[in-house]
């Protein structure tokens, strides 16, 4: 890869590498864009697989931006729900030979390697090179701090654990944390997992990383955010929420063709706060008879939706009929900040959790894997700006929720004159206020960014 004159005059070189994941590599150019945007002497390299490389498309990458490849040598991400055990050990021990030799290719010195938190391999080679390492955590800091002291759960008997027979138990002894059921930690520390493993081996690199970034806004988990800064001896920067906040208003920069503005012709016509936005996210699935029962629920109630449902939207369509919209993919951020949108039912994955507060909407938690039964709980008990749709049902059931259910649960949900609704949508308000003033002039991690940039500008290159 070479350097033209301008990029060797750069003082400061960053290669960024995330997990390659919609949910990782999402946050992390999000990152590195508001990196660029507060200094011209910042270039940065990000590093994905071809494949990846195919998804995001390089031709309207910002300016100082620049993508590095690797080949692929992990499975495609179009069978990665097959196994995932074995696409995450092929993450883990497959991408770091091409990662290192595609360093040794740069003619522009590395002056800083920004790593998702689970590769643990970068902080081997930055170590190795004398290169500062960030470790970049792109889920809640509750969860962090959840893994991070899984020898509490351990020494408590919390694991392994039956959610369907203790999951209501509540854990009162993870620093920084309210007191959280059981079930309501993520997925990994239930039980014996052949993932589990791996996971906790990833963790224990990050002391070795010499900086914490945080996709999390600081005022949403202070409490954790402290503790975890009193646990470690390195810089910890809560810089979120990392979504695309500062494109909004831009519809060019999202449209490829004249199809992807049909919605927001559709959304224009909506009265205000009227429809419900829908997604379960592009990775865990929901079962198609479940999808079936929701969208025939939708039909009956009545209410209006716009509902993003990949690989399956002629069939549902047919099934949930004129009330709404159904679509393959939209501009979640763009849609959710549309005045007719009036609330989020949502799988609760980080990203999305962060870009419905953001547009201080209530929610409808629906949690599939994964950290979501996590940021349902925040949602619902600690933020107490929105309702589990499965509510009444006993810890680790998995049984379906029903059309009339969804009926039910909708209409109230949507109900603006309800007093209940009212009350979680001004909680929703003020902690839209909270991240909006965040990412403004001064805000927490508006500050926490400048202070990073400071700090890696000043490093030398190796």
Not at 439 to 449: L, Q
Request: hydrophobic letters at 40%; charged letters at 20%.
């Amino acid at each position: 890869m070479d350097s033209d004159n301008t990029e060797r005059s750069r003082s400061c070189h960053v290669v960024a590498v995330p997990f390659p994941g919609r949910g990782h590599v999402n946050p992390m150019m999000n990152f590195c864009e508001l990196l660029v945007s507060r200094r011209d002497d910042i270039l940065i390299t990000f590093v994905v697989t071809e494949e990846w490389l195919g998804f995001i498309g390089s031709d309207n990458n910002p300016p100082r931006i620049r993508f590095g490849t690797i080949p692929n040598v992990i499975p495609s991400e179009r069978v990665r729900a097959d196994d995932i055990p074995g696409f995450i050990e092929a993450v883990l021990t497959k991408m770091e030979g091409p990662f290192e030799r595609l360093l040794d290719g740069f003619e522009l010195p590395v002056t800083t390697i920004v790593a998702d938190t689970f590769l643990f391999w970068p902080v081997r080679i930055g170590n190795r090179r004398n290169i500062p390492v960030v470790s970049f955590w792109t889920m809640a800091a509750s969860v962090f701090s959840m893994f991070h002291h899984f020898d509490l759960l351990l020494q408590n008997g919390h694991h392994p654990i039956d959610i369907s027979e203790r999951g209501d138990e509540r854990v009162d002894y993870i620093p920084g944390l309210s007191p959280t059921r059981i079930a309501d930690f993520p997925a990994l520390l239930h039980h014996k997992n052949p993932i589990l493993p791996r996971t906790r081996e990833v963790l224990s690199w990050v002391p070795k990383a010499q900086y914490l970034v945080l996709a999390s806004v600081y005022e949403l988990e202070a409490q954790v955010i402290d503790t975890l800064k009193s646990i470690f001896s390195f810089p910890i920067y809560p810089t979120g929420p990392l979504i695309p906040y500062f494109k909004l208003g831009d519809r060019s920069s999202v449209a490829t063709a004249a199809d992807d503005l049909h919605y927001f012709q559709w959304l224009d016509s909506q009265p205000c706060c009227s429809v419900l936005y829908i997604s379960f996210g592009s990775v865990a699935s929901v079962s198609s008879a479940q999808m079936d029962e929701i969208a025939a629920g939708l039909r009956d109630s009545c209410v209006r939706f716009f509902w993003v449902a990949r690989g399956a939207t002629s069939r549902l369509r047919e099934v949930c009929g004129e009330t709404g919209l159904v679509v393959p993919w939209c501009n979640q951020l763009e849609v959710l900040s549309h005045s007719s949108i009036g609330g989020f039912w949502t799988h609760c994955g980080w990203n999305s959790t962060v870009e419905g507060l953001f547009s201080g909407l209530h929610f409808l938690t629906f949690p599939v894997g994964l950290d979501q039964v996590s940021n349902s709980k925040a949602i619902v008990e600690d933020w107490k700006t929105g309702w589990r749709v499965k509510r009444n049902q006993p810890a680790g059931a998995e049984t379906l929720v029903t059309r009339e259910e969804t009926v039910g649960i909708v209409k109230r949900f949507m109900d603006s004159e309800s007093i209940e609704v009212k009350e979680m949508k001004r909680r929703a308000r003020k902690l839209q206020e909270i991240c909006r003033q965040a990412t403004g002039r001064g805000g927490s991690s508006e500050s926490n960014i400048n202070a990073f940039i400071s700090e890696i500008t000043q490093l030398p290159s190796h």
